[in-house]
């Protein structure tokens, strides 16, 4: 991509920070349920409960009442862990019983038991904050069909409507409309019949209806958990990947995907590694998966292979391995960072046997792994679940070593959370703005605040305490031509935060000046004209100061216009849209002053170019990305030839540095038109700027 060549343009491009704003999704529907197997040690060993953990290290907890095997685990609202069902043995008993863990005590005990027995089931929380299970199979029987739900408040469990189609070790998610998903496995506990339907529960009916069937059947590896290789997008969609099939078996290393809103299952782009084991939900919305096993029955092995999927262009792309192959579950941490607690290298009638002590940390912001500190007992077919105060909890598993299941349990705990990143903006004589990037894990966010500049010696005091889809927010009430000093910090549940931010400050402006005008939008027309419009958040203005800056020239003046004209057309912007980078910022006008220069200025991308599109089921788009600057691509689309006076309509946006597209939502036999435009965005208080449209392709499906 083309470079810059003034790199002085302040903000000219999206600053990081809100780079990661705009990618940061919510995890926290995604985050509510881990699950896996488990078995019971022949020789159960209990910790005392230890207060103090140091940072990125595994201590002790306390130990489960009876070891499971094929069971659940699911965070509740309240942070206990509702475990339930599984086998003692190796697959030849059942449970009903149920237990809590209690993050405070470090201490499980029991709850109500389920009316079923059961063990290969699956578990998901439900958007009323109650526990359903479903499924699984009773020890030397079939699988089964029926579902019950947990009350936390109650203790109690009843049954709810039974499924379709029994199924053992099927998959299961939660929607995003709060009914829930439910695909493959097996009717007989094995995977001699692996199942290809689905089934849709919904909590308002208790009934399942089915929806469109998976294309290729599959059970869940009875090795991984429920939710280790299921997982939902912040698009909607669900993905699965993996799985296996009998006779002999086979473990597959491909993946598919459920669409909601068409209640259909596709594949996804072909996968270039053997990963399958476990998958991650990246900050930024993509899914790590890393490990597993792949092969035929005898000749199959564990895999350290990784690999990265982007649902914004649909593929797959690998990363670094594994410090060693193992199957192991995956958790998202509070810092971003994913870790593999332990796992297993075992390999199919063998006799290879390895339950595994060391962790493995994944950075998303280098694509490398690293090993972290080995857990305090060897485990593998575990299960890892984060705590709402960012601690991992694993639980049970089983050692080959010595043939036997483990009721123990560990804590890990990571690094403090990252603290906020945030910036102070004086908007008027008394408000000063706010903007922080968010963090979809934390539950809140606390804003402290002192008189003065950071430096000075008065006292913090909280604010406010703001919900955690905030990102911004305007103090108001303030003395004019004052200083005022932030400090931030995300709150996650109990008495967790994360770090306070670094100290900002801002001073506000002096009496009776204007406000500062929001909102400003640079809009490529043609390669010599750019047009400027904002919000004027002001009364008292006798006008608006419009200042330009570009690769060879500074700051400087361009125009004025006058009160209530928060429109401007700059007919001077020659090359904008190919050869020249031109940022605008707007500044409010009276006898008194003008408003302080929003830091944020918008910035014109450089128009996409080269664009092909090419026809089928789902229209391939193309283009090479002309900017370095740019947050994201609008794809454009209408009905019929490029020449026409139909209008446009957006299909999709799409991230930074990408430059394909699949247009799936198309009719056969029908002709369609495609343009893409460049855009950048900055923080709050937002500005954005937008290119010219790419040249039109158009193109008939088949």
């Known amino acids: 991509m083309k470079a810059l060549s003034n790199k002085n343009i302040q903000n000219q491009t999206l600053n990081s920070t809100y780079k990661f704003i705009l990618r940061k999704y919510d995890l926290r529907k995604t985050l509510t349920t881990y699950h896996t197997l488990f078995t019971l040690s022949i020789i159960a060993l209990t910790f005392t409960y230890s207060a103090v953990q140091a940072a990125g290290q595994w201590t002790p907890t306390g130990s489960m009442h009876v070891g499971r095997l094929g069971f659940t685990a699911t965070l509740l609202n309240s942070g206990k862990v509702l475990v339930t069902g599984g086998a003692t043995k190796l697959w030849s008993d059942s449970l009903s019983s149920s237990e809590l863990y209690d993050p405070e005590t470090g201490q499980w005990t029991y709850t109500g038991s389920m009316n079923q027995v059961r063990t290969g089931h699956s578990a998901t929380l439900l958007s009323t904050g109650e526990v359903m299970v479903a499924g699984g199979y009773e020890a030397g029987k079939s699988g089964l069909a029926s579902a019950e739900i947990y009350n936390p408040e109650t203790g109690k469990w009843r049954f709810t409507g039974s499924m379709n189609t029994p199924r053992a070790f099927p998959y299961m998610s939660p929607l995003r409309d709060g009914k829930v998903l439910i695909t493959a496995g097996s009717t007989t506990g094995g995977s001699q019949d692996s199942l290809s339907s689905a089934e849709i529960f919904d909590p308002d009916t208790e009934t399942w209806q089915s929806t469109g069937s998976m294309v290729r059947a599959r059970t869940r590896y009875y090795l991984s958990s429920p939710s280790d290789t299921i997982q939902p997008l912040a698009n909607g969609k669900i993905l699965v990947v993996g799985g296996h099939a009998c006779c002999g078996y086979i473990w597959f290393d491909d993946s598919e995907l459920y669409d909601p809103s068409t209640k259909r299952w596709s594949r996804t782009t072909a996968k270039s590694t053997h990963a399958q084991g476990s998958t991650a939900l990246l900050s930024d919305g993509r899914v790590l998966v890393a490990g597993g096993r792949y092969g035929f029955q005898g000749s199959d092995v564990t895999i350290a292979d990784a690999e990265i999927y982007d649902p914004e262009n649909g593929n797959w792309a690998a990363t670094s391995s594994l410090p060693s192959d193992r199957l192991g579950p995956l958790v998202t941490l509070l810092n971003g960072k994913i870790l593999m607690a332990g796992g297993g290298h075992e390999q199919w009638g063998s006799g290879r046997c390895g339950p595994m002590r060391p962790g493995a940390l994944y950075d998303p912001k280098t694509g490398t792994w690293k090993e972290t500190a080995s857990l305090v007992n060897p485990r593998s077919q575990h299960i890892a679940i984060r705590l709402l105060s960012g601690k991992v909890l694993i639980a049970g598993g089983y050692d080959c070593v010595v043939s036997g299941s483990l009721a123990s349990a560990e804590l890990y705990t990571p690094e403090k959370a990252l603290p906020p990143s945030a910036s102070a903006i004086p908007i008027s004589p008394s408000s000063i703005q706010l903007v922080w990037n968010k963090d979809a894990s934390a539950k809140a966010l606390r804003i402290q605040r002192k008189t003065g500049t950071c430096e000075a010696a008065t006292a913090w005091a909280t604010r406010m305490d703001l919900g955690s889809n905030k990102t911004t927010v305007e103090d108001t009430g303030l003395k004019a031509n004052t200083a005022y000093a932030y400090r931030l910090a995300y709150y996650y549940g109990g008495k967790t935060f994360s770090e306070y931010s670094a100290c900002v400050s801002a001073t506000t402006n002096l009496a009776r000046t204007p406000n500062m005008p ?130 446009w309509t957006t299909v999709a946006t799409v991230g930074a540095d990408k430059t394909t597209y699949g247009d799936a939502a198309v009719i056969g036999k029908t002709r369609y038109a495609y343009q893409v435009q460049a855009h950048t965005a900055t923080a709050q208080p937002i500005a954005r700027g937008y290119s010219a449209n790419s040249e039109c392709v158009s193109v008939v499906t088949p």
Not at 534 to 556: H, M, P, V
Not at 596 to 609: H, R, S
Request: hydrophobic share 30%; glycine share 6%.
């Open 518 to 647: 929001k909102s400003l939008v640079a809009r490529s027309d043609s390669d010599t004209q750019v047009t400027l419009t904002w919000s004027d958040l002001s009364t008292n203005e006798r006008g608006f100061d419009i200042f330009r800056k570009d690769d060879q020239n500074d700051w400087a003046k361009l125009a004025s216009t006058g009160a209530n004209t928060p429109i401007y057309r700059d007919n001077t912007a020659t090359g904008n849209a190919t050869t020249t980078t031109y940022a605008y910022h707007v500044e409010a006008c009276n006898t008194a002053g003008c408003s302080q220069m929003n830091p944020n200025v918008a910035v014109v991308p450089f128009k996409p170019t080269a664009l092909q599109a090419t026809p089928g089921t789902t229209v391939q788009l193309q283009w090479v990305d002309a900017s370095s600057n740019e947050s994201g691509f609008t794809i454009l689309r209408k009905n019929g030839a490029c020449g026409n006076a139909l209008p």
